[in-house]
């Protein structure tokens, strides 16, 4: 299997799954999302199929719920399995598989303990936002008790990723901005990551050059152009994350989404702009192989990227476009507004684990840089 993207991916992806030996086929996704696939266009290569949707999920997904996709995909036992949407479906997508094929015991309550085995029908991830990358990553996420739960592993990149610019065309400008965010700090996060490499910086540095001067447009005028460059800057920052992980921002962005209902690219970009300070502080130890000053030196590439010179300057920068989009930036505006908030929203993440941030910032100054700006 091989990814399709750019326009006409999902046809020609399907008229490629058209001739395997693929019978039954578990699709994942919203009954809203997998109507307005249908209503652009028959899809021939579901109806020729027997093809059982899995709906029953929400936007922040629990294990539960991950769980009882489990218990539709034994029923019906598929050869191959669609998830079709944003994040969310995707990362169910994944998780289903994972859990069924599972060949290590685990405790449920502890689904991190899972161990993917690689067995299972393939996944294809059709992408309809332009934010999360999530068709092109190792990654998914899902909620425990209400507490996050991040797994990774090689075998639940999706077989086969889909990202058609045609997916994205129904995207209201707020759910275009945020998840539009969420693919550009990503990319932040890929090239300042202390597992950062030139490989990874380089994919990086092509994930902002499409997403950064055409995510205002795509928010107030969106065309076919500016959502085909959304959508390749999008899929190209989750390659990028899949090299490196995520840092501090992504960390602290599931807190917001759960406590706050805040949407998940929204939260990380709110917090992002802080870190652009944070780490050109000389008094911070780093974490980074390259050492204090080649950290600092890679932050002024990555600010010359985003066409500034100081961190103050990035600072205001993406700040300034994120209200220039539509997106509330400080947190005041979001319900973040006491001491004891800002604590409970640092407490979130275990700092002791935040390696992959470039530099080491304790709880209190990470309390009381938050609350100073």
Not at 85 to 112: L, R
Request: overall charge negative; hydrophobic content about 40%; charged content about 20%.
């Amino acid at each position: 299997m091989k990814d399709y993207v750019g326009f006409g991916a999902v046809n020609e992806a399907l008229l490629d799954l058209a001739g395997g030996d693929y019978h039954r086929v578990l699709v994942v996704a919203s009954e809203s999302g997998w109507e307005r696939f249908n209503a652009v266009e028959r899809r021939r290569f579901f109806t020729e199929r027997e093809t059982v949707v899995f709906s029953g999920f929400s936007i922040n997904p629990e294990f539960d719920e991950i769980l009882a996709g489990v218990e539709v995909r034994n029923r019906f036992r598929p050869d191959l399995i669609v998830a079709y949407g944003g994040g969310s479906p995707i990362d169910v997508a994944k998780m289903i598989k994972v859990v069924a094929f599972t060949k290590e015991p685990y405790d449920p309550d502890k689904p991190e303990t899972l161990v993917p085995s690689g067995d299972g029908p393939p996944v294809v991830a059709i992408a309809t936002t332009a934010g999360s990358g999530a068709e092109a990553t190792m990654f998914a996420v899902f909620y425990r008790h209400a507490a996050k739960v991040s797994l990774a592993s090689r075998y639940m990149r999706p077989e086969m990723a889909v990202a058609d610019p045609e997916m994205t065309y129904s995207l209201p400008p707020y759910q275009t901005a945020a998840t539009g965010f969420d693919g550009l700090s990503q990319s932040v996060e890929a090239y300042w990551a202390s597992s950062t490499s030139e490989k990874a910086r380089e994919i990086a540095r092509t994930s902002i050059g499409y997403i950064l001067p055409n995510i205002y447009n795509a928010v107030h005028s969106p065309e076919p152009g500016n959502r085909y460059h959304m959508l390749q800057g999008s899929y190209l920052s989750g390659e990028a994350i899949n090299l490196t992980r995520t840092t501090m921002p992504h960390a602290l962005g599931y807190h917001l989404t759960k406590k706050y209902n805040l949407p998940h690219g929204h939260a990380v970009a709110l917090t992002l702009p802080y870190f652009f300070i944070l780490n050109m502080d000389e008094s911070l130890e780093t974490n980074s192989p390259l050492g204090p000053e080649g950290q600092r030196e890679n932050m002024r590439s990555l600010f010359s990227i985003l066409g500034q010179k100081t961190a103050e300057d990035a600072f205001q920068f993406w700040r300034n476009l994120m209200q220039a989009c539509g997106l509330a930036v400080t947190f005041s505006e979001v319900g973040v507004d006491s001491r004891e908030k800002m604590e409970a929203l640092v407490d979130s993440m275990n700092l002791a684990r935040m390696n992959n941030h470039p530099v080491k910032i304790g709880r209190e100054r990470l309390v009381d840089f938050f609350l100073s700006r």
